[in-house]
């Protein structure tokens, strides 16, 4: 059966979120992010996406995955992919146009379920999909909200770090107040955003910078009414109502789970842990904010020991059953760390395709479906731009280039992601090591740009 791929990836975010973070709107910035989504096609799908995706890109996957170029219709359009827009008339007769008349066998296959998606789904004379009642309602909205998610995660017993909910500048500063003692730091949250880019780092020790947040500053708790309503007009609008405040707690391990919720099951994708760029040095000052640790990629291996292991799923899998109870399907990607005591804390979910699920994809299709028992599938994020047709030399001629007899190797992703401001490669090893020495090969050949082999 095809399937729409509809890349409408940060279609929910925040307006001023998707401001403050640069997030380009459509194809005009230039960037090749969306490239990576066509690792969700296959053959006779159509990909829908925000970007425009160039013929190297398109034969590099073809070659890649084993899948025609020409075997799958992809749709470009200039904007995001907003509920809006997906109701569009004129967007809805493009996509009629390339369905052609068998529309009983096609299914959306889109990043978030939103309202949006179902009335698509509905304009364009497809079987209604499980899970689009709820997606009508806002659904998706409601458990993307980190409000939502630590209360009911609360009532059902999942590990939170402490803190509250927040409805005023005066429960903001109580919550920052009341939560700050234990470790000196805390996190605010934007309750409608992703990514961190809607987390402030609160921080009562200097030298703080806090991974999971976009900046972190100096605070003097003496006056505390002044730093809540500086906060809760910087996080609240119309759309965000709610402000999240957490204790920091330091962390051992960083971890994410990816699960797909069905009317069925509910299925273990892939799991893994989350990296960090190193701390930035020196004391932060109450006037000006530091740059926070930044997120540089996910290593699809969970190694948390059997133990943590089996308690960290069974924990998500308590919030997974509420939301299929209560009429959510899709994908979950859920976020959490292993404190440096060894105490399990979650921090959100977010109802929609993860970070790791292209990885995910490369990996079952390239490996098989127990890759993580055997290999090691890490993202290579942060370096330089570089043209893709540049990329793909660059990493032939070094000798990178995933080889399909020993199944190791360097597959590019985009030139220019916006996901780091540079490159996006999927690395693949048998082992931590092989990893490693693969990326640092990588990062030789992007940073000189000269080609001799090896690098």
Same mark, same amino acid.
């Given at each position: 059966?095809?399937?729409?791929?509809?890349?409408?990836?940060?279609?929910?975010?925040?307006?001023?979120?998707?401001?403050?973070?640069?997030?380009?709107?459509?194809?005009?910035?230039?960037?090749?992010?969306?490239?990576?989504?066509?690792?969700?096609?296959?053959?006779?799908?159509?990909?829908?996406?925000?970007?425009?995706?160039?013929?190297?890109?398109?034969?590099?996957?073809?070659?890649?995955?084993?899948?025609?170029?020409?075997?799958?219709?992809?749709?470009?359009?200039?904007?995001?992919?907003?509920?809006?827009?997906?109701?569009?008339?004129?967007?809805?007769?493009?996509?009629?146009?390339?369905?052609?008349?068998?529309?009983?066998?096609?299914?959306?296959?889109?990043?978030?379920?939103?309202?949006?998606?179902?009335?698509?789904?509905?304009?364009?004379?497809?079987?209604?999909?499980?899970?689009?009642?709820?997606?009508?309602?806002?659904?998706?909205?409601?458990?993307?909200?980190?409000?939502?998610?630590?209360?009911?995660?609360?009532?059902?017993?999942?590990?939170?770090?402490?803190?509250?909910?927040?409805?005023?500048?005066?429960?903001?500063?109580?919550?920052?107040?009341?939560?700050?003692?234990?470790?000196?730091?805390?996190?605010?949250?934007?309750?409608?955003?992703?990514?961190?880019?809607?987390?402030?780092?609160?921080?009562?020790?200097?030298?703080?910078?806090?991974?999971?947040?976009?900046?972190?500053?100096?605070?003097?708790?003496?006056?505390?009414?002044?730093?809540?309503?500086?906060?809760?007009?910087?996080?609240?609008?119309?759309?965000?109502?709610?402000?999240?405040?957490?204790?920091?707690?330091?962390?051992?391990?960083?971890?994410?789970?990816?699960?797909?919720?069905?009317?069925?099951?509910?299925?273990?994708?892939?799991?893994?842990?989350?990296?960090?760029?190193?701390?930035?040095?020196?004391?932060?000052?109450?006037?000006?904010?530091?740059?926070?640790?930044?997120?540089?990629?996910?290593?699809?291996?969970?190694?948390? =020991?059997?133990?943590?292991?089996?308690?960290?799923?069974?924990? !998500? %899998?308590?919030? /997974? $059953? #509420?939301?299929? +109870?209560?009429?959510?399907?899709?994908?979950?990607?859920?976020?959490?760390?292993?404190?440096?005591?060894?105490?399990?804390?979650?921090?959100?979910?977010?109802?929609?395709?993860?970070?790791?699920?292209?990885?995910?994809?490369?990996?079952?299709?390239?490996?098989?479906?127990?890759?993580?028992?055997?290999?090691?599938?890490?993202?290579?994020?942060?370096?330089?731009?570089?043209?893709?047709?540049?990329?793909?030399?660059?990493?032939?001629?070094?000798?990178?280039?995933?080889?399909?007899?020993?199944?190791?190797?360097?597959?590019?992703?985009?030139?220019?992601?916006?996901?780091? =401001?540079?490159?996006?490669?999927?690395?693949?090893?048998?082992? !931590? %090591?092989?990893? /490693? $020495? #693969?990326?640092? +090969?990588?990062?030789?050949?992007?940073?000189?740009?000269?080609?001799?082999?090896?690098?």
């Amino acid at each position: 059966m095809p399937k729409i791929v509809l890349a409408n990836f940060r279609a929910d975010y925040a307006e001023n979120v998707r401001s403050t973070s640069g997030f380009p709107v459509g194809t005009k910035r230039g960037g090749d992010t969306g490239s990576r989504f066509l690792w969700h096609a296959s053959r006779g799908d159509m990909l829908v996406v925000p970007d425009l995706i160039s013929s190297n890109h398109i034969e590099h996957f073809s070659a890649l995955a084993g899948v025609e170029s020409d075997s799958i219709t992809i749709v470009h359009v200039d904007h995001l992919l907003s509920d809006d827009a997906l109701i569009d008339d004129e967007f809805v007769s493009h996509l009629k146009m390339n369905i052609g008349a068998d529309l009983a066998n096609w299914s959306l296959f889109p990043c978030v379920h939103t309202k949006g998606v179902a009335e698509l789904g509905s304009a364009l004379g497809l079987p209604s999909a499980p899970g689009d009642e709820f997606a009508r309602q806002h659904g998706v909205d409601l458990l993307n909200l980190k409000s939502t998610f630590r209360r009911l995660a609360a009532g059902v017993a999942v590990p939170l770090p402490p803190g509250s909910v927040a409805r005023s500048p005066a429960e903001l500063g109580r919550a920052i107040t009341s939560t700050i003692p234990a470790t000196g730091m805390v996190i605010a949250k934007q309750d409608r955003s992703g990514g961190g880019h809607g987390n402030v780092g609160l921080a009562t020790i200097g030298g703080a910078s806090l991974p999971g947040t976009r900046s972190s500053r100096f605070i003097d708790s003496s006056n505390m009414d002044a730093i809540a309503n500086e906060l809760w007009h910087e996080l609240s609008d119309e759309f965000n109502s709610l402000i999240v405040v957490e204790s920091y707690v330091p962390a051992r391990h960083r971890f994410y789970l990816e699960f797909h919720v069905t009317d069925a099951h509910i299925s273990f994708l892939n799991g893994g842990m989350i990296r960090y760029s190193v701390q930035p040095e020196g004391v932060v000052s109450r006037d000006v904010m530091a740059k926070s640790p930044r997120w540089i990629g996910l290593d699809l291996q969970l190694v948390l =020991g059997n133990r943590t292991h089996a308690e960290v799923v069974g924990h !998500a %899998r308590k919030f /997974l $059953d #509420l939301i299929q +109870r209560i009429g959510y399907r899709g994908f979950v990607n859920i976020d959490g760390l292993v404190s440096v005591d060894g105490q399990i804390f979650f921090h959100e979910i977010n109802a929609r395709w993860g970070g790791s699920l292209v990885y995910h994809e490369v990996g079952t299709r390239l490996l098989g479906s127990d890759y993580a028992d055997h290999f090691l599938v890490s993202s290579a994020l942060g370096t330089d731009p570089v043209p893709f047709h540049e990329l793909i030399s660059l990493i032939d001629e070094a000798g990178l280039a995933f080889d399909q007899s020993s199944l190791t190797g360097v597959l590019p992703l985009g030139g220019n992601s916006d996901l780091s =401001g540079g490159t996006e490669s999927v690395v693949i090893g048998r082992d !931590a %090591r092989e990893v /490693l $020495d #693969l990326k640092n +090969r990588l990062n030789s050949c992007i940073a000189s740009r000269i080609r001799p082999a090896g690098c």
